[in-house]
Nanobody, 122 residues
Framework: QLQAFGGGLVQAGGSLRLSCAAS????????IGWFRRAPGKEREFVAA????????YYGDSVKGRLTISRDNAKNTVYLQMNSLKPEDTAVYYC?????????????????WGQGTQVTVSS
């Protein structure tokens, strides 16, 4: 299971840190990704980090503002979100994949969390 939390309401330019807690599987063996779905849009890739933490990918719209990290000892992945924009408003989902390299496509993820709402006001 994956549980995402930490969302909320923040003003443009502000910061939030999302967390994704994993249980029920060997966390160290999985790459973890974050996706988001804005109202009326398809789910979009945000960031992903490999099981060893050595490989990291970001979506073009969040590069330089969001940082994904993981603490394997705590079975938790974080998404630090800085310089937030109204267009970052979405439900954010974390997901786990057994792929060696962290995937950027939804179909390669095996477990999904329930999502946490992030709202950025202008």
């Amino acid at each position: 299971q994956l549980q995402a939390f930490g969302g909320g309401l923040v003003q443009a330019g502000g910061s939030l840190r999302l967390s994704c807690a994993a249980s029920g599987f060997t966390f160290d063996d999985y790459a973890i990704g974050w996706f988001r779905r804005a109202p009326g849009k398809e789910r979009e890739f945000v960031a992903a980090r490999g099981w060893s933490g050595g490989t990291t990918y970001y979506g073009d719209s969040v590069k330089g503002r969001l940082t994904i990290s993981r603490d394997n000892a705590k079975n938790t992945v974080y998404l630090q979100m800085n310089s937030l924009k109204p267009e970052d408003t979405a439900v954010y989902y974390c997901a786990a994949s057994q792929s060696i390299l962290p995937p950027r496509t939804e179909s390669e993820y095996h477990y999904w969390g329930q999502g946490t709402q992030v709202t950025v006001s202008s």
